[in-house]
């Protein structure tokens, strides 16, 4: 590879430096004798070293602090090191850890970024994209920071989420970093504390809503097609009230997707798809109850739907195996302040009369789970420990073989501690997690937990898309991750197995994933008609590896 920088130049250019691994060569070449110690190491080496030195740091935030300084100095090694250590890393660079990186963010801000576009910037959005170091964009994770995981408005903190979905792509996907973009779309925040925090590096400014706000996502977009017409843009994090309305807005105008509405909703029903195998009982037969009826929970529910009718079920005979609980309980046709994306999952009220309630007229989880006899419990309410005792064991009553999955991030958030349901059913769960959990000992047996994250899906999608350039991602896209997530799941050949596949293998898996969504694409004419082998070609020559390439000058 031939270079045109010299000396600090590369060192200071994360994509270029290998910092100890120049040879001697290369520094006499380039200019870097005197820049470095004599040593040469190879990346094998390097990663040894920095492994040592995250382990050695005393708590997973200054781990991840380190880790973001390592990506921001040296990103062949930071991914060398990631994919070597994914399954002992991938907490740190993403949940938990993201969660308390963004409540930080200001406090440890080091180096920029990706992009920070404040709304004050909206007529200078083409000017700004424009910039020569983004000819190579690919792929673009965008958030406006107002619903991060369960912790809710961070405003400009939220940057931490992009970031960090972006180095997954780039570890579990193999998408090359150079073609990466994070952005943050800074239209202030309601978040107090972060508006009185003296360091708050955002704009200082409540969050503005209402057209000003439809208008600059509209002229983002809008600049966004004109400079990269093929890109895949990824919403992440966007507040229930926009994430819908967004994602249906502009689904069809460029290849994008809502990971917090779709990739779930596809993690949930692969992992879903799994443990209905140790359980015997059909898919369709099913009955499950959803805690949190924003666009994570409807999500769930549709894409579930979906492959409950591809099994065989009439769509009124899945929608009706739904019970979605919010904030005001069951939700009913009177259930007030309903959102146009709930009104497919609606329960008719008249069910009530006949049921046992605690408080007249309105249901709660607890009442659902007692009347309903759910044999699926599904929690994305960020709400901790919303799945109590009580509620757990009402549901271990009439199931024998209870699937729960309290998917709720970070930790603080989750609706129940795994090992917890695992007393409180006498150790019959199958327990799906968003973050990751010790296995536990209970009676004689290991359990363990399927940790439910997104990081298994939208790495194969993106692959995928990218690789046999498809215009568009569909919801039957996601069924068909999905669907090849289950398919690789250890407990189909033993029961007592996890329900997914190792952290280690991701690379497999995305891989195994992105062949299953390039032909639902094609299938749907969404791409090119690629036969299988050239679509299978075409996804494995796509992956980037970690490795360091010889320098020659320019």
């Known amino acids: 590879m031939a270079l045109a920088e010299r000396g600090h130049e590369i060192l200071e250019n994360p994509l270029l430096n290998k910092s100890t691994a120049f040879t001697h060569e290369e520094r006499t070449a380039l200019d870097l004798h005197g820049l470095l110690p004599d040593q040469v190491e190879s990346l094998d080496e390097q990663v040894e070293r920095r492994i040592i030195n995250v382990r050695a740091l005393p708590n997973d935030l200054d781990r991840y602090v380190f880790l973001r300084d390592l990506q921001d100095t040296n990103e062949t090694l930071y991914f060398a090191l990631i994919t070597t250590y994914l399954e002992e890393l ?46 190579n964009i690919e792929c673009i994770v965008v958030t406006d920071g107002e619903r991060i995981l369960g912790l809710g408005d961070q405003g400009v903190g939220g940057m931490g989420i992009p970031i960090g979905k972006l180095a997954i ?6 998408i090359d970093p150079a073609t990466t973009l994070p952005i943050m779309l800074d239209v202030g925040t309601n978040n107090a504390e972060r508006l009185g925090d003296p360091r708050y590096v955002g704009w200082r400014y409540p969050r503005v809503r209402g057209q000003d706000y439809d208008d600059f996502v509209e002229a983002f977009v809008v600049a966004v097609k004109k400079r990269w017409p093929n890109v895949l843009l990824q919403w992440e994090d966007f507040h229930k009230n926009n994430a819908n309305r967004l994602l249906d807005r502009y689904r069809d105008q460029l290849c994008t997707f809502n990971d917090d509405i779709q990739g779930t909703a596809s993690v949930a029903t692969g992992t879903l798809l799994s443990a209905v195998q140790i359980t015997g009982v059909p898919l369709g037969e099913q009955r499950i109850a959803i805690l949190g009826g924003g666009s994570a929970g409807i999500g769930i529910a549709e894409l579930i739907k979906h492959a409950m009718v591809e099994q065989g079920l009439s ?27 709930q009104q497919g999952f609606l329960q008719n009220s008249a069910m009530l009369d006949s049921w046992q309630l605690d408080e007249a007229g309105k249901a709660s989880l607890l009442d659902v789970v007692r009347n309903a006899k759910p044999t699926v419990l599904v929690g994305v309410s960020g709400q901790a420990d919303a799945f109590s005792e009580e509620i757990i064991r009402e549901m271990a009553r009439h199931v024998n073989r209870p699937i729960i999955f309290p998917l709720s991030n970070p930790t603080s958030c989750v609706e129940a501690h795994p090992e917890n349901i695992v007393r409180w059913t006498e150790g019959r769960a199958i327990i799906g997690t968003g973050s990751p959990f010790a296995p536990f000992e209970f009676e004689g047996r290991t359990h363990y937990f399927a940790q439910t994250n997104n990081s298994y899906i939208f790495p194969g999608v993106g692959l995928a898309a990218l690789a046999v350039k498809a215009r568009r991602i569909s919801d039957g896209m996601f069924l068909a991750a999905a669907k090849a997530l289950a398919e690789l799941s250890p407990a189909r050949n033993n029961p ?11 690379r497999e898996v995305s891989i195994h994933i992105a062949i299953a969504v390039a032909k639902q694409a094609r299938a749907e004419g969404l791409t090119e008609a690629l036969t299988d082998e050239t679509m299978e070609t075409l996804i494995r020559a796509k992956m980037w590896r970690p490795q360091y390439r010889p320098y020659l000058p320019r």
Do not use: H, W
Request: hydrophobic fraction near 40%.
């Open 315 to 341: 769509e009124e005979e899945a929608r009706s195996r739904f019970f979605i609980v919010g904030r005001y309980g069951l939700v009913t046709e009177q259930t007030p302040n309903l959102e146009a994306f």
């Open 90 to 135: 991938l907490p740190i660079i993403y949940t938990p850890t993201v969660g308390a990186g963004c409540q930080q963010f200001s406090s440890i801000y080091r180096r920029p970024r990706g992009l920070f576009l404040s709304l004050p910037l909206k007529d200078r959005l083409d000017q700004i994209l424009a910039n020569t170091r983004f000819d």
């Open 496 to 506: 007592l197995a996890k329900l997914l596949p190792p952290l280690d293998t991701m």
């Open 169 to 174: 792509y780039s570890a579990c996907g193999g």
